[in-house]
């Protein structure tokens, strides 16, 4: 066991680089004026000009209604950036709320705690006043999960953990580490590093989201297969409740009752803040192979994939673009689907799991893109950076009034064909309707598991400017709608929040909807925590307790 | 989707060999008298005779309490043989409990539902009457997970749930099927062979236990890694609890909230009756290599199976047994550990990754043994045959006094060799110390994951006729303080049941554990099901349901 007491890299919050206050990362990544323009100009009926980026002193923030007792003050602001800034998530119609400057919802104050006694503190003297506490990592949130709606409590604050982002203790024997939960994805990284290790969890928002967010909404990291969500990655949390402190044991594996950590693993910040957890870590790899299949026909693909995930090889990467995803990636034409597969080890050569790999996809009619003997995947390389800077092309195409979002799910295999034409059909004539204009709705598989995919699909149609957040409503809604028909999940990685709860409430069975009621109403007696997330506000504020 | 309606193979309990009700298995496989008094010659200070089994007609029963109502009356048995083989699981103390004819804590009756409906309909009568629901399956628990103690309900019912045993559905496309709860291993695999699948979880009580039994105790498989637990073959639950029923959406990976189903994994019968789940499957493998290594140093041996657990290699079988338990086993002598490996797939051959499995434990020190090529690995089978006939030796010793049992847990790695010294050095001194002779203290490894393995201890002293339950549960007193002192569960795959929960109550998070009472409370707000178990009875039962 060996303690990770040297100071530790610089994470990105740390650097020059400031984070954006209304849109994805940090600002200097943001694409300029003329370049929103260009792009606005690939999508047909998309507005001339972006909108503006106000400037933060511009903002109308509503009045702070609360006073921090003198004790918290040092932790507390109320900086129109920080209340900006810790406002929304950054899902589309966050970015939209933000440019025009709707900041309604402001947090009155924004709690930076040092220590997770400073957190306790924060939860003791919030559940006295009556102020709701918003737990915030790095508010990367895209369903609403950061933002404060409930419109009952005293104050908001939003409780930020980021100063919280050490990795304190290293178990190499066990390849364990124990990581406070407001540590970035590259700051803990960098501080696993090195002792030759890895918590290899890598969703799409790595650079600007923490450990505590990924626990509290069981993200997925961007492996297909096997250790795909958070979850599996525990071996035990701490987290501060209202009524206490929860501390599991550490264990590779338990029979002991319902596992603890698991009622806490997509709590989203309702039953208590997680502070720290116990993380399972591999060895960083060293072997390494990939390839990219062309496959002409989708559906050939999609059984491809299935008997891949069937046949217990467990690729590293598993990626299946449909063609439209394909041609804007840049890894296909002609109408033809692409799946990226990656195999990687730390100890041994993975040449021959690779060869099994496309044993498999030829069988299935794919044709693997020759490459050079050694080089690095070109395809893979291509996809993977327009990954990373989607969110940023995301954010231009938002200021020049496109709709452009993403929504998830994951089904079982029997049904994720009729799923996939539901949605292009389906879907396609909702954008219609709302848009009057032909909509690109695109498909990859994020994930694939023995038993079903999960599919994340991307809708790009023109917006009329004042109107996006109307628009792409009646569009969220008729996709949540052709899921809840084809019995998939209404979340597999983005979590519920706030947007997500009509159809989490259809899909949770009943009596489970009851014991989270009892649970939430038990840890969090005074109903502080992120109202109304998960479970309903309004039934739990304890007139004794609160004092609004 | 195909139904699978065709009638099914008679499952064991079917067959003409008729269950034991005192002790493990089937009547016909119990040793005879000669046997036990032979067996009990290898244990110094053993009885003379063997314990005389009584006749059933002979048990001295409680009066039963309770009528039923006529419309749940034709489910109803106050047999003596049915309330005699329902009143204890399968632990020694059951054992020896059952032969000395202690049946005090019988239920007044066993209820057989043959529909989820009647299921409903017995809890729906109990939760009015007072009356405590015991759920069994087929009886297996060794941690008094079927035996009512909490001595404060109007009487107690027994809900076997043995008729439940269909395959309802399969998914060949999704790889699952839809079994209901009182399938037993054999029965539930006889339904799924015909379609070239197998839910291929086979802990030691396979033939004897219930899928049912294996979700609400998350049981785990005799296969080493990867899939251990029967948490992760599931895809959604169905479970009938006091306030309705709760059915989670077939899913195979999502992030929508808390686990529903996790709640209900390890709830151990207090919160609902899991009358079906939809379960993964898996194709029967086709590729099988097995290889056993033998160990000079048991250290060197535990470093070696750390190396595959970490090497994501994922054999299918990876049991470490130390000097003792290779001994008895049959597959080693003179102070050699034995590590038993096995690889297999469906559709690759397995030959190279036992290649690198090999070379792993070479580079630790292991020495393998040769065998002929493409002979069966005969140290395997011979501990695959042990392992079978361990239950019904257990029940010959336990008739010529001899304290036999076993228990189990899991930690970290960093913690794994200081357990394994403390629990042969303490353990030893308490069985001294309570014997007067010295102990037979073996382990072997059942389970291992990249941070850590699940040992497994058995324990064999010459007890005193007439004490043996005493001096055991001051063994195992001994034996949970340890567990304790190293952070190790209190169980990894036997449940907590009654016998577990003084180390379960220290070792849960009180957070979790003023959630759970809520969650119980709002399921069962009666306080009928399984009392005792988990959540303490007396805090529960309320006065205005219950009319005891």
């Not at 709690?111 to 915030?136: C, I, N």
């Not at 957890?277 to 062309?294: C, D, G, N, Y």
């Not at 706030?498 to 489970?512: A, I, K, S």
């Amino acid at each position: 066991m060996a303690g990770a007491g040297a100071p530790h890299h610089p994470s990105p919050s740390d650097s020059s680089a400031r984070r954006s206050w209304w849109g994805w990362g940090t600002e200097d990544k943001a694409l300029p004026d003329a370049e929103c323009a260009a792009l606005g100009r690939l999508v047909p009926g998309a507005a001339d000009t972006p909108l503006p980026v106000p400037a933060v002193s511009a903002l109308e923030l509503p009045k702070v209604r609360v006073e921090p007792p003198a004790a918290l003050a040092p932790l507390m602001s109320a900086e129109p950036r920080d209340r900006a800034s810790h406002t929304y998530g950054k899902a589309y119609r966050d970015v939209i709320r933000a440019l025009r400057g709707d900041f309604a919802a402001a947090p009155d104050l924004v709690a930076r705690p040092g220590t997770e006694r400073e957190v306790a503190d924060v939860l003791d003297w919030a559940a006295g006043a009556g102020v709701a506490v918003v737990p915030y990592g790095a508010g990367s949130s895209v369903v609403g999960g950061v933002e404060y709606r409930a419109g009952s409590h005293r104050a908001v604050v939003s409780l930020d953990l980021s100063r919280l982002d050490r990795v304190l203790e290293i178990d190499r024997v066990s390849r364990a580490a124990r990581i406070q939960a407001g540590a970035l994805g590259p700051g803990l990284e960098d501080q696993l590093r090195p002792h030759g290790l890895t918590l290899r969890h890598f969703p799409q928002s790595f650079e600007f989201s923490t450990l505590g967010g990924w626990l509290a909404t069981r993200a997925g990291g961007h492996y297909a297969t096997l250790y795909t969500h958070i979850d599996d990655l525990v071996e035990s949390l701490r987290v501060v409740t209202p009524v206490g402190v929860s501390e599991s044991l550490r264990l590779p594996g338990s029979g002991a009752g319902p596992s603890p950590d698991r009622l806490f693993l997509g709590s989203e910040g309702t039953l208590g803040v997680i502070t720290e957890a116990w993380m399972r870590l591999q060895e960083r790899p060293r072997h390494k192979a990939s390839a990219t299949v062309l496959f002409a026909d989708v559906h050939a693909a999609m059984e491809a994939v299935r008997a891949i995930s069937q046949a217990g090889l467990h690729p590293a990467n598993c990626r299946l673009l449909d063609p439209g995803e394909a041609a804007l990636a840049g890894v296909a034409r002609d109408g033809a689907s692409a799946l990226v597969l990656g195999v990687e080890s730390a100890r041994f050569p993975v040449e021959g799991r690779l060869d099994e790999l496309l044993t498999l996809v030829r069988d299935h009619g794919g044709s693997p893109v020759p490459s050079e003997p050694g080089a690095p995947d070109a395809a893979a390389d291509t996809w993977r950076s327009a990954f990373l800077r989607m969110p940023y092309l995301r954010d231009a195409l938002a200021r020049m009034s496109v709709l452009t979002e993403t929504f998830e799910t994951a089904c079982t295999w029997d049904r994720a064909p009729g799923l996939y034409e539901s949605v292009r059909e389906r879907l396609g004539d909702a954008v219609r309707k709302v848009t009057g204009s032909p909509a690109t709705v695109n498909c990859r598989f994020t994930h694939v598991y023995p038993d079903g995919p999960a599919p994340y699909f991307t809708v790009v149609a023109p917006g009329r400017r004042g109107q996006e957040i109307a628009m792409w409503d009646e569009i969220k809604s008729a996709a949540m709608e052709i899921l809840y028909d084809h019995g998939a999940t209404v979340t597999h990685h983005h979590a519920v929040g706030r947007d997500h709860r009509p159809g989490y409430d259809r899909q949770r069975p009943e009596p489970f909807a009851q014991a989270l009621r009892a649970v939430k109403h038990t840890l969090d007696p005074a109903g502080i925590l992120n109202p109304g997330v998960l479970v309903d506000p309004t039934a739990l504020v304890d007139p004794a307790a609160g004092k609004a």
